[in-house]
């Protein structure tokens, strides 16, 4: 919007107009530019700290590498039936790269505000970068100097290159990173994809072959039915992606066509585009099993073919009184709750964390061969607690509708299908009548959050509260207990705190 002029009245009858004063375009990229830079060398510096952070929960006792015989177990070298479950040494790093500590990386992602899912791959690419392409860390290193920036590799390029190399052998990492360093700070992506080929072909030839012979193996197809993942995760839609043969990509394409033309033909107005899209699911509904049996067993089962009945698809829906209630066939929109306005009535899928519309579940449910199982509404306020350590269905459904993703902090996976952890440690010395299993004291942990949880890390500096003197050992691992309004309060090996609730995680330190 423009800036308004400013009317001066010196006289009633005469008006002086003054021009708006002029904005210093030149001083505001100058401001721009200073805070890109600062901002540039920020994130080298969190790098850099990641990669020390790394190199400080590496098994420094064997000095075990990847590519080590006992490398790919994982496990610690000592005796790795001692700790079942608990931490071990992972393989982030290519052939070369020191073995890393899987319980340090909750520690460096919670502290840094992201997921374990988002921190690995970056504590992975910082010791891939710093052990096996030096000359590009160094080029990393640069865009710490806002005077070498210009020259300096950026972060998220680098990563993108380190992703790429890590399955490389070492010789072949180095031929990248003496080729590519020169020039890293400007080479496009295809060209360097184009140089780790050229690697692997040189330094690699068998295991090159090997690729090509299984490339099959890479095929897959996926329907990304996780919120995150859709443009728009309130419409119903999702997006769908995959890599097939190409015989069976040209069937495909070949059926998508054919039934998107026959819903043409039976009336159907929308754009080509969307017609293959509802093929997909015309064909899913109409092939339920494959005929592996040949033409002749058509005629029914006695010739030993099975069909299969059509995937069962389970969708946790969630739907208001109004929507369930308001409208019947024919009723007009009806007032939505959170607006006070004419509106559509939403449902939430639980188990995709999506919204639909409600008239799109009606849709779902009168397609033909679809099952609906109505279960009874549960009353969350309720409290419900068994003696047993084993967890009843009953109590772990209103534990899961309860807190529909994972409690651990920035971990937003689903509930369903993660473990059960008792936020007070259950005792079995416990008198009966104690009620330790209850929908109050436990909360959806993933495995590996739960193993955190549960086992100490043996690896990495002492806690900040941890006297050298003490006769007992650090306690590594992470505390958490549920406040009464249903917060869960973590606090990390190395102090750190974190408050998880329905609207997230805030850290408290």
Known sequence: MATPSVVRMNHPS????????????????????????????????????????????????AGAVVGDP?????LWHD????????????????????????????????????????GRPLVGDAIELRHRLPRLWARVHAGADPATQKQALPVWRARKIAALTRTLTAEAADFVDRNLAPVAHRATMPTVERLVAEAVVRFDPENAELDRADADAGRYFTVETSPVDAASPWTGVVPVHGTLDLADALDLNNAVQRVAADLAAAGCDADLDVRRSMALGELARRQTALDLYGAEADAGQAAGSTRAPARQVVLYVHLSDAAIASHRPGDGP????????????????????????????????????????????????????????????????????????????????????????????????????????????????????????????????????????????????????????????????????????????????
């Open 14 to 61: 005469t008006a002086v107009v003054e021009a708006p004063p002029a904005i210093d375009t030149p001083a505001l990229l100058a401001t721009a530019r200073a805070a890109a830079a600062t901002q540039r060398a920020a994130e080298v510096a969190a790098f850099v700290a990641v990669a020390d952070w790394a190199d400080a929960h590496t098994d420094g006792k």
């Open 70 to 74: 006992i490398g790919p177990l994982g």
């Open 79 to 118: 005796d790795p039936s001692s700790v079942p479950g608990g931490d071990r040494f992972l393989e982030l790093g290519g052939p070369g790269a020191p073995l890393v500590s899987e319980f340090c990386l909750y520690e460096i992602s919670a502290a840094l505000g992201r997921s374990v899912a988002s």
């Open 334 to 509: 009806g007032i939505d709750a959170a607006t006070g306005t004419t509106g559509i009535d939403l449902a939430r899928l639980e188990n995709t964390g999506s919204l639909v519309t409600a008239d799109q579940v009606r849709d779902w449910c009168r397609t033909p061969g679809t099952k609906v199982v109505l279960k009874p509404v549960i009353d969350l306020s309720g409290h419900v607690a068994v003696d047993a350590y084993e967890v009843p269905d009953r109590i772990a459904e209103r534990v899961r509708l309860d807190r529909p993703t994972c409690a651990f902090p920035y971990c937003g996976r689903a509930a369903r299908g993660l473990d059960l952890d008792h936020t007070e440690p259950y005792r079995w010395e416990a008198a009966p009548g104690a009620g330790q299993t209850s929908t109050t004291n436990l909360a959806p942990l993933c495995r590996g959050e739960h193993r955190a949880k549960t086992h100490p890390s043996l690896s990495g500096a002492s806690p900040p509260d941890f006297s050298p003197t003490s006769a007992d050992p650090p306690d590594r691992r992470w505390h958490y207990h549920r406040d009464p309004l249903g917060t869960y309060l973590w606090t990390s090996p190395h102090g750190l705190r974190y408050a998880v609730d329905s609207t997230g995680t805030t850290p408290l330190n």
